[in-house]
Structures are given as C-alpha cells and as structure tokens.
C-alpha cells in the first residue's frame, strides 16, 4: 500500500484541469459618452437615487416592492437552487462515505445438499461495513465543474440584483407617471371649467340676442372635447396604480385610495454624470452576469475535455462477517478492501469528442451573448443620457408656451366681454391652453421618468438585498 499511497500523492500534485482556462473579454468601447457637459456639482449615482426625489411615498413603494414582488421571490429561488447545487458538486471533491448492514438466512434444497440433513442445510450471514470510494481528480474534472457551478451562482446572483433594477425602475417609472397623469387631469379639469364658463356666456349672450346659434354650438363642442378627456385619464391613472400594486405584491386595486391624492412632481437635476464606460459596464449587474455564464460555459468545456483521460477512483471498505450475530465485530472476523479503479472510455472518443464540441459551442455562444449584453448597456446608457439632456430644454420652452397662452387666453376673455373681439378668437386661445400646458405637463413626467431610466441604464444607487457575493460564496466552501 505505501507505494501505492507514494504515486497517488506525486499524481495529485501534478494534477492539472483540463481545458480552457476563463479570460475576461476585451470590449472596445468608446472613451466617454456623448453628453452635455456636466455641471459643476452633477448629482451623484451612488445613493439610493429615489430617496433624492423627496417623496416619502416613494421611497415606501420601493422598499415593500423589493420586500415583496413576486418575480424577485423567482429570482431569489434560483439563487437558493444554484447555492444548493454549488453545494453538492463541492462535496464531490471528497471521498463519499456510506455505511451498510445486512443480515440473512438461507437455506439449501437437498439436491445442492446432498446427504445433509434439514437443519445441517440452513445457514445464517451477519455483514456490517463502513466503505468509502473517492474519485482522483487528476485530470481537473470535478475542479471544472465546481468552477461552473460557482460561476452559476454568481450569475443567478446577478440575475437577482439585474430584477431589483427592473422592479425599482418600474415602480418609479409607474409612479412618476401615476403623478403625470394627476397634473394632466388637473389641466384638464381646470380648462374644462374654464370652457363651461365660456358657454354660459355665450349662452346667456344668445338669449339676449347677442350672440347666435351658432355660437353656442361651437363652444358647446369645444367644451364636450376637453371633458371627454377627463374620464380617460381617471381610467390611465387607475392603470398605472394598477401597476404599481403588482409591483408592490398586492392585489391591482389595493393602493388607489392611497394615491388617489395628488403630489407634484418633483424636480430633477440638470444633469447626472455617467462616469466612463468602463464604470457602466462594472455597475450593470446583467453584463456581470453574462460574464458568469460565459465563465461557466468555458469550465464546461474543461468538464467535457476531462472525459478523454482516464477516471481514477479509490475505494475501501472495512467491515465485518460472521455466521452468528453473536460473533459479528469479534476478532477474525473482520473484512477489509482497498482498490484502485481506472475508467477510461477511450473506445468511446467519438461521443466524447462531440461533447466538448457542444461545449465549446456553448462557449462561443456565452461570448456572444456577453458582448451583446456589452453593446445593448453602452446604448441603454447612451440613449438615456440623449434624451435626458434634452428633457430640460423642451420643458422650459412649454413651460413658457404654457404661461404665455394662459395669459393669452385670460385677456382674450376680457375681451370678449368688453366686446372687443369675437368669440373665435376665445375658443382658439382657450383651446391652445389647453394644448400647452397638457404638453408642459406631459413633458414633465418624460423629464422625471426620463431621470428614472438613466439612473437604471447606470445601475447606480441599487440597494444589496442579498448579501454581497463574496459572503454567499464563502458560507458554501465552509460547508
């Protein structure tokens, strides 16, 4: 046996693992985003970017969403699930260890024992064992494979916190919205009443013969058309609050009554500073993730290469066999084994062959997939900053737009009741009032949504609701 142990020592020292050995891949990525230049204090993206809107309710919304949305309780079992199995593939890089106990009767016909008599043909057997059988890895299989499963991991990690942008995003994007559409149905409301008053002017001016038919019919129409508004923002604002229930794990109509109140909407900084790409590409949890799975897909291919050599296992077993259960652990009847198995499928090459192509196809897909994830970060990150840019710009210009026709408005009215113009003139004013300050309104909630959307393309801000990756994987290898 002491030479036996000697080569399976030097063996193991010099195992080495078969297969490709996982490089980060190089992206070229250009050397800074196309932005407006940044302000001298831009907004940071390393806090909870949502508690910076000010809003309580907010900030509520958010926290029993990441507490209590489904499709994060999905994620999180994949998680468990990769621990789980991570856990399993660990352990077989030790020996398996089983314990076993037998005991029979028997007895022979008379024809296998001839000559003997009933009782001489019976006979009892007590077995007990401890056994134990190991594979050595010398060729770096189960190395392999617990290197993908430890990549699993951290991509279902990844995965998880990728959701938690998804679910924050969403929520404070249905919400923003949600405030939007209140400050539209505000605008609408307050003009339909404007309009109301316009036709009972016109009306009352009819009945005095001041003004005819036709008159009142085209303020009526007007006025029919800006309260048909009305109901369908009431039905998108149920909508979005709808959405946010969901969000939230309750049922659809469970926070109405809680926004059913209007709030403003908040302002937003002017600007918010990107960083580079390489600080993108670090933060967003799904290119960390696809990474992982491209990590995995390559120690797979050592998995599959390492069926080309052969499978070393040893096994023993120390045990004991008697007749009688009075003599079982006696002395001399103690058993014992010690083997080396070999399992080569060397016959078998073609098949083996053909996994490892399938591997490495499955790696070059992995890359595939990761530089794609690559590109559609840099373009999420570069399409919000293009249109947050801009957002301020367009919002100044309706809100000017805005304030100057409903100062038009207001001064076409006066007059009109001083007889100093006519009533088209009236409509026309009041209807482009309503236009700007519904576009000034609508304009806002891009602006803020807008703020929403770059901070997730930036994955700046995002709370670790599962502990870092680092203290998961170290819990595992203890175990």
Sequence with gaps: MRPLVTVLAAALLAACAVGPEHV?????????????????????????????????????????????NHDLRIAMARVDRASALLRGTRLDRWPTVDASARGASSRASADEA?????????????????GASWELDLFGRVRRGVEAGEADLGASIDDLRALQVVIVGEVATAYFELRGLQERLRVATENAGNQQHTLALVDAR?????????????????????AARIPALEAEIRVAAHRIGVLTGRMPEALLPALSTAVALPEVPRTIDPGTPADV??????????????HAATARVGVATADLFPRFTLGGLIGSQAGDLGDLFARGSETRLVALGIDWSFL????????????????????????????????????????????????????????????????????????????????????????????????????????????????????????????LEGHVSGL
Aim: no cysteine; charged share 25%.
């Design 24 to 68: 980060r891949p190089s992206m070229a990525v250009p050397a800074a985003f196309s932005a407006a230049p940044a302000a001298a204090a831009p907004a940071s993206v390393d806090v909870a970017f949502w508690q910076g809107f000010g809003d309580p309710r907010l900030t509520a919304l958010v926290a029993e969403s990441l507490a209590a």
């Design 114 to 130: 001839p000559g003997l008599s009933r009782d001489a043909r019976d006979s009892d057997t007590y077995e007990a064992a401890i």
């Design 206 to 226: 009819r009945n005095a013969g001041q003004d005819s038919d036709f008159d009142s019919a085209r303020a009526s129409a007007q006025a029919a058309s800006t």
């Design 281 to 294: 590409l670090r933060a967003r949890p799904d290119v960390a993730a696809a990474e992982h799975r491209l």
């Design 348 to 471: 078998d090459v073609g098949r083996v062959r053909a996994r490892i192509l399938a591997a490495d196809a499955d790696a070059e897909l992995e890359l595939a997939r990761y530089q794609q994830t690559v590109l559609r970060a840099l373009e999420d990150t570069a399409n919000a900053l293009a249109r947050f840019n801009r957002a301020h710009d367009e919002d100044v210009e309706l809100e000017r737009a805005a304030r100057d026709s409903g100062r038009a408005a207001r001064l076409a009215r006066l007059r009109f009741d001083a007889g100093a113009t006519g009533l088209l003139e009236v409509l026309d004013a009041e209807r482009t009032q309503l236009q700007a300050e519904d576009a000034f309104a609508a304009s806002r909630t891009r602006t803020v949504t807008g703020a929403v959307s770059l901070y997730r393309a930036l994955s700046g801000g995002w709370p670790q609701v599962v502990p870092e990756r680092e203290m």
